[in-house]
C-alpha cells in the first residue's frame, strides 16, 4: 500500500510507461493477440486499490494491466505474459487480457464485457460462508451496466448482503457506443441505488479524489458487510484497443479530458507540496528502467513446446 502522494504517482507512472511500451512492442509484432490500453484511467486502480489488504480479492476486465501492477504483481511478469512466455503472470496462455495471480487473490482479467461481476459476487459469497472478514473489489466499465449480468450480480449481491465494492469505471465509451447514445439513464450511482446499494461518484482524474472516496466506500463495506458502488468519471485517452482506429470520438473531447491527466493532476498536486521536478524526472527514469529490464527479461524468457499444448486442458477422455 502507497498511502502518501508520490508512491501513487510513481504507480500512476509504472502503468503508463508500461502500457506506452507495450503500444510500441505491440505495433512492431513482438506483443500479439489483444491489448486495450487504460492510459488516462490510472487514477482509478490506484486509488482504489491502495486500500485494499493483502487478503482482499480483485477482479478486473480486459483492461487490467494497471490493476495487476497496482496490486503489486511484479512488472515482469506482466510484460512476459504480454509476449506469451512460461514466465508470465498467467504461464504465457492469457497474455494481455487474462492476467491471474492467486498469490494476491488477482482473479483476472476477463474478456467478457461484466463477466467478473458474478465471479465477484461468488468470491465474497465464500468468503461470507467462510466468515473470513474480505472485501472483493470489481473494476468494470460503464458498458457493463447494460448487461443484465450486472443486475443480477448486484441484485444478490445486496439482497445477500456480500462484501464486494463494485467500481465503474466510466470512461463514456463502450468501445464506439457512447453512453449517452445506449443508456436512457446516465446516472449510474442512480441504477445501483435502486437495488438499495449506498453509491456515489467521484473524480476519477484524481487519484487523491479516488483514494478518498475508495477509503470510504470500503470502509463502508466492511461496516456493513455489504456492498457499495462507486463510479469513477475517467477517459480514456487511447483507443478501444489496438484494433480501433478511433472515429467515433472528436479529438477535441480527447485533448479536453488530456488537460486533467491523472499524471498531471497528480503533479501539480506533488509542487504544491514541494516535490520538485528534479524528484518527479528521477523517478520517471527508475520507472523507465523498470520497464526496460521486464521487456528485457520477457523477450528472453521461455516460450512453451508446443508439445505441451494439452497441459492444463481437462478432456472427455482424461477424466475417463
Ligand atoms: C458479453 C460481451 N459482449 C460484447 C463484447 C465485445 N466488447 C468488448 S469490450 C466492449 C465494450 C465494453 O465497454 P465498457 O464496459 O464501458 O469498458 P471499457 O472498454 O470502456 O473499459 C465490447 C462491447 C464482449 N467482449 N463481451
Same mark, same amino acid.
Request: charge should be negative.
Given at each position: 500500500?502507497?498511502?502518501?502522494?508520490?508512491?501513487?504517482?510513481?504507480?500512476?507512472?509504472?502503468?503508463?510507461?508500461?502500457?506506452?511500451?507495450? =503500444?510500441?512492442?505491440?505495433?512492431?509484432?513482438?506483443?500479439?493477440?489483444? @491489448?486495450?490500453?487504460?492510459?488516462?484511467?490510472? =487514477?482509478?486502480?490506484?486509488?482504489?486499490?491502495?486500500?485494499?489488504?493483502?487478503?482482499?480479492?480483485? +477482479? =478486473?476486465?480486459?483492461?487490467?494491466?494497471?490493476?495487476?501492477?497496482?496490486?503489486?504483481?511484479?512488472?515482469?511478469?506482466?510484460?512476459?505474459?504480454?509476449?506469451?512466455?512460461?514466465?508470465?503472470?498467467?504461464?504465457?496462455? #492469457?497474455? /494481455?487480457?487474462?492476467? !491471474?495471480? $492467486? $498469490?494476491?487473490? %488477482?482473479?483476472?482479467?476477463?474478456?467478457?464485457?461484466?463477466?467478473?461481476?458474478?465471479?465477484?459476487?461468488?468470491?465474497?459469497?465464500?468468503?461470507?460462508?467462510?466468515?473470513?472478514?474480505?472485501?472483493?473489489?470489481? %473494476?468494470?466499465? *460503464?458498458?457493463?451496466?447494460?448487461?443484465?449480468? !450486472?443486475?443480477?450480480?448486484?441484485?444478490?449481491?445486496?439482497?445477500? #448482503?456480500?462484501?464486494?465494492?463494485? +467500481?465503474?469505471?466510466?470512461?463514456?465509451?463502450?468501445?464506439?457506443? =457512447?453512453?449517452?447514445?445506449?443508456?436512457?439513464?446516465?446516472?449510474?450511482?442512480?441504477?445501483?441505488?435502486?437495488?438499495?446499494?449506498?453509491?456515489?461518484?467521484?473524480?476519477?482524474?484524481?487519484?487523491?479524489?479516488?483514494?478518498?472516496?475508495?477509503?470510504?466506500?470500503?470502509?463502508?463495506?466492511?461496516?456493513?458487510?455489504?456492498? +457499495?458502488?462507486?463510479?469513477?468519471?475517467? !477517459?480514456? !485517452?487511447?483507443?478501444?484497443?489496438?484494433?480501433?482506429?478511433?472515429?467515433?470520438?472528436?479529438?477535441?473531447?480527447?485533448?479536453?479530458?488530456?488537460?486533467?491527466?491523472?499524471?498531471?493532476?497528480?503533479?501539480?498536486?506533488?509542487? *504544491?507540496?514541494?516535490?520538485?521536478?528534479?524528484?518527479?524526472?528521477? @523517478?520517471?527514469?527508475?520507472?523507465?528502467?523498470? +520497464?526496460?529490464?521486464?521487456? /528485457?527479461?520477457?523477450? $528472453?524468457?521461455?516460450?512453451?513446446?508446443?508439445?505441451?499444448?494439452?497441459? %492444463?486442458?481437462? /478432456?472427455?477422455?482424461?477424466?475417463?
Amino acid at each position: 500500500m502507497t498511502t502518501d502522494l508520490l508512491g501513487r504517482y510513481r504507480t500512476m507512472l509504472r502503468i503508463r510507461r508500461f502500457e506506452e511500451r507495450c =503500444a510500441e512492442l505491440y505495433s512492431a509484432e513482438r506483443i500479439r493477440g489483444f @491489448v486495450h490500453l487504460y492510459i488516462g484511467e490510472e =487514477a482509478v486502480a490506484v486509488g482504489v486499490i491502495d486500500h485494499l489488504r493483502e487478503d482482499d480479492a480483485i +477482479v =478486473a476486465t480486459y483492461r487490467e494491466h494497471g490493476h495487476a501492477l497496482a496490486r503489486g504483481i511484479p512488472m515482469d511478469a506482466v510484460m512476459a505474459e504480454m509476449f506469451g512466455r512460461v514466465e508470465g503472470v498467467s504461464g504465457g496462455r #492469457g497474455g /494481455s487480457m487474462h492476467l !491471474f495471480h $492467486a $498469490a494476491t487473490r %488477482f482473479y483476472g482479467g476477463n474478456a467478457i464485457v461484466g463477466g467478473g461481476l458474478p465471479m465477484a459476487v461468488g468470491l465474497a459469497l465464500a468468503d461470507r460462508m467462510r466468515d473470513r472478514d474480505r472485501v472483493t473489489a470489481c %473494476f468494470f466499465g *460503464e458498458g457493463a451496466m447494460a448487461e443484465g449480468e !450486472f443486475h443480477e450480480s448486484i441484485n444478490l449481491a445486496a439482497l445477500w #448482503g456480500l462484501p464486494v465494492l463494485f +467500481v465503474c469505471e466510466n470512461n463514456l465509451y463502450a468501445m464506439g457506443t =457512447a453512453l449517452a447514445r445506449s443508456e436512457s439513464e446516465t446516472n449510474l450511482p442512480l441504477k445501483a441505488a435502486a437495488y438499495e446499494v449506498p453509491a456515489w461518484s467521484c473524480d476519477g482524474m484524481d487519484v487523491e479524489a479516488v483514494s478518498d472516496a475508495a477509503e470510504r466506500a470500503i470502509a463502508l463495506v466492511r461496516d456493513s458487510g455489504g456492498p +457499495v458502488f462507486l463510479e469513477a468519471r475517467t !477517459f480514456r !485517452f487511447r483507443a478501444h484497443s489496438m484494433y480501433d482506429p478511433d472515429r467515433y470520438r472528436d479529438k477535441s473531447e480527447i485533448d479536453q479530458w488530456k488537460t486533467r491527466d491523472p499524471l498531471l493532476v497528480a503533479a501539480a498536486a506533488l509542487r *504544491e507540496r514541494r516535490i520538485d521536478d528534479a524528484a518527479l524526472a528521477a @523517478v520517471d527514469h527508475e520507472v523507465m528502467a523498470e +520497464v526496460d529490464a521486464a521487456v /528485457s527479461a520477457a523477450e $528472453a524468457g521461455t516460450l512453451e513446446d508446443p508439445s505441451d499444448v494439452g497441459r %492444463f486442458v481437462v /478432456s472427455a477422455r482424461s477424466r475417463e
